[in-house]
DNA sequence: AACGCGCCCTGTCCGC
DNA sequence: TGCGGACAGGGCGCGT
C-alpha cells in the first residue's frame, strides 16, 4: 500500500515514539510474514534497546545495536503503538512488546509484507541493491537521464521498479507523469533532456507534499497514531477516471500497465 | 539482460 | 440481500 510518503509519515512518528525503548517479548502470529527462521527472528529482536527508526526506500528499519529489524508493508501492512490494556487489532501479524508496557502491532489483512531481522552487514548489501532515494542530493537529472537511457520499457512501471529509483508506488508514478506532462506510455529511453529534468522535479515535488500531507489514503492506510492521510484530495489524475482534468478539462483516462491501473490525461501529457 | 506476467491474500465495492 | 467479478499504496520468481 504504502509508497515513500506514508513510510515516511509512519517512520517519523514511530521515531519520536519509541526510540529508546525497549523490546521485551516478540509473538509472532502468522509465521509467513517473516523472513527466515521465526524462533530466530524473535530471539534477536526480543529485549533489544531500539536506537533508532529511519527508512530507506518503503522499508521502516529500526536498529537495534548490530541488527536491523527491517518492516516493508506490502500493501496493507500497519504499525501501531498500542497502550497498555488494548486489545490486539484484527489481523496482527507480529507483536512486539515494549517493557515500559506499551505493544508495537504489525497488522497486515493481507499479508504481502515482509519483516525481517538482519545483521547490519545482510542489511547493507541488500540496501545497496536498491536504487537512489529520490528527495536526497545524489538524485538527479543527469542520474535519471542516464538511467533511462537503456530502457524500452514505458516510463511509468520503469519508475515504480525500485532498482531504479526507490519510493515510487502506483499512485505517485501516475501523479508525477502527470505534473511533467509526459504520457506513461512513452518508452523510457525517448524522454528528452527536457522531459527527464520535468520529470525529476515532479517526482521530487510530489513526494515532498504527500510528505507535508502526511501520505494518501485510500482504502486502509493509516499512521502509526491511526489517522488516515491527507493528500487524497490533491490527487490529480490517479483514481480519477473519466473526471475532468485540472489544468484542461479532457477526462482523466485509466489504463493498465504491467498489472497495475495508470491514470493519466490524454491533453496534458504527450 | 531486461521485460512482462502471474501470483501471493483478504477485503470492499459495484452491478445484476 | 446475495453473489460473482474486479480491483486495491508491493514485490518476487518465472519464462522468454
Not at 162 to 187: D, H, M, W
Amino acid at each position: 500500500m504504502p509508497e515513500l510518503p506514508e513510510v515516511e509519515t509512519i517512520v517519523r512518528d514511530l521515531r519520536v515514539r519509541i526510540t529508546g525503548a525497549r523490546f521485551g517479548e516478540v509473538r509472532v502470529v502468522r509465521d509467513d510474514l517473516v523472513e527466515g527462521n521465526v524462533r530466530a527472528f524473535e530471539e534477536t529482536v526480543s529485549g533489544r534497546t531500539i536506537a533508532s527508526v529511519t527508512r530507506r526506500a518503503k522499508n521502516i528499519v529500526i536498529a537495534i545495536d548490530g541488527d536491523r529489524l527491517v518492516i516493508n508493508l506490502g500493501m496493507t501492512g500497519r504499525v501501531l503503538v498500542l497502550d497498555p490494556g488494548t486489545p490486539d487489532p484484527a489481523h496482527t501479524g507480529v507483536g512486539f512488546d515494549l517493557v515500559d508496557g506499551r505493544r508495537v502491532i504489525y497488522r497486515d489483512a493481507r499479508r504481502f509484507g515482509r519483516l525481517a531481522a538482519l545483521s547490519v552487514q545482510a542489511w547493507e548489501r541488500r540496501a545497496a541493491g536498491m536504487g537512489p532515494e529520490p528527495l536526497e542530493d545524489l538524485f538527479t537529472t543527469d542520474l535519471l537521464h542516464a538511467a533511462t537511457r537503456t530502457s524500452r520499457s514505458p516510463i511509468k512501471p520503469w519508475l515504480m521498479d525500485q532498482r531504479r529509483v526507490v519510493g515510487v508506488g502506483n499512485i505517485y508514478a501516475s501523479e508525477a507523469l502527470f505534473r511533467a506532462g509526459i504520457t506513461p506510455r512513452k518508452a523510457a529511453r525517448r524522454l528528452t533532456r527536457r522531459e527527464t529534468s520535468a520529470l525529476h522535479t515532479a517526482i521530487r515535488e510530489v513526494l515532498q507534499e504527500a510528505i507535508d500531507f502526511r501520505g494518501t489514503t485510500l482504502l486502509d492506510y493509516r499512521d502509526a497514531a491511526g489517522e488516515p492521510g491527507e493528500f487524497s484530495r490533491r490527487l490529480r489524475v490517479y483514481d480519477r477516471e473519466g473526471e475532468p482534468c485540472v489544468r484542461c478539462g479532457t477526462p482523466i483516462r485509466r489504463i493498465v500497465q504491467g498489472g497495475r491501473s495508470t491514470y493519466f490525461c490524454g491533453g496534458c501529457q504527450r
